[in-house]
């Protein structure tokens, strides 16, 4: 890809720098919110590399789901919907996720930390594992673990 190659990745990171001046902020990851960015309009991401999905989302799946786990304090809250708008259902079904509630084995925390799961996105290519409470409302945020 051409920007592999670029010479100048200073000018690369500056036009960065000028496009990030306008979103708004996260306290984690690259310190932008992206969720929100895409909530208000300023970025309106593809969901894959094909192009944008023509396909509705399932009434089914448009509450946002809890994903029980050994604790209420634990709870996850995962939506459907805010994935779907920039990722089609490939991206974690049947690879990341059993599409059957409660269908995938072994979905734990410290899985999730070694780049499993929700944690082949968040940490790589979405806000990160260290921002508990976004995944877990009931909890607290801490820097490690
Ligand atoms: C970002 C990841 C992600 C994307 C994208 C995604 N899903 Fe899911 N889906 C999940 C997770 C996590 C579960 C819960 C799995 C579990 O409980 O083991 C789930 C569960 C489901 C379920 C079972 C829900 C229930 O209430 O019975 C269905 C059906 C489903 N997904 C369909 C889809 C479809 C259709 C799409 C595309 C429109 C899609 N998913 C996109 C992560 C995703
Ligand atoms: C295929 C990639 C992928 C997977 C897998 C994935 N996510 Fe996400 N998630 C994203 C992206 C991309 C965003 C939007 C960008 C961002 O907020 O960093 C997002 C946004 C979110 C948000 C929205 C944050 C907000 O402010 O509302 C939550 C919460 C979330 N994810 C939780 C989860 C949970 C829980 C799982 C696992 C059950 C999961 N995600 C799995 C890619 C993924
Ligand atoms: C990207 C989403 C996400 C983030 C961020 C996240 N978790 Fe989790 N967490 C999960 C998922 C998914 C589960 C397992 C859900 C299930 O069992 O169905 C889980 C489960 C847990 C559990 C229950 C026990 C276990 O191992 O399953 C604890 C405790 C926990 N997380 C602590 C934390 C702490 C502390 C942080 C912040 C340092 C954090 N989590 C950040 C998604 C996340």
Not at 51 to 58: E, I, K, N, S
Request: positive net charge; contains cysteine; aromatic residues 8%.
């Amino acid at each position: 890809m051409r920007r592999c190659h670029m010479q100048n990745t200073d000018d690369l990171q500056k036009r960065f720098e000028t496009f990030a001046a306008k979103l708004p902020v996260a306290n984690f990851g690259n310190g932008i919110d992206w969720e929100k960015a895409r909530q208000e309009g300023l970025i309106t991401p593809l969901s894959s590399l094909q192009g944008a999905v023509t396909m509705q989302l399932p009434d089914k799946l448009k509450k946002p789901m809890k994903l029980g786990t050994t604790s209420p304090r634990s709870d996850v809250i995962f939506s459907h919907e805010e994935h779907f708008a920039e990722l089609d259902c490939s991206s974690c079904h049947p690879d990341l996720f059993n599409i059957q509630k409660k269908g995938t084995q072994a979905f734990t925390m410290d899985s999730n930390i070694f780049g499993n799961f929700c944690g082949a996105c968040h940490m790589l290519v979405a806000f990160p594992m260290n921002d508990c409470r976004r995944c877990h409302p009931q909890m607290r945020n801490r820097s490690r673990f």
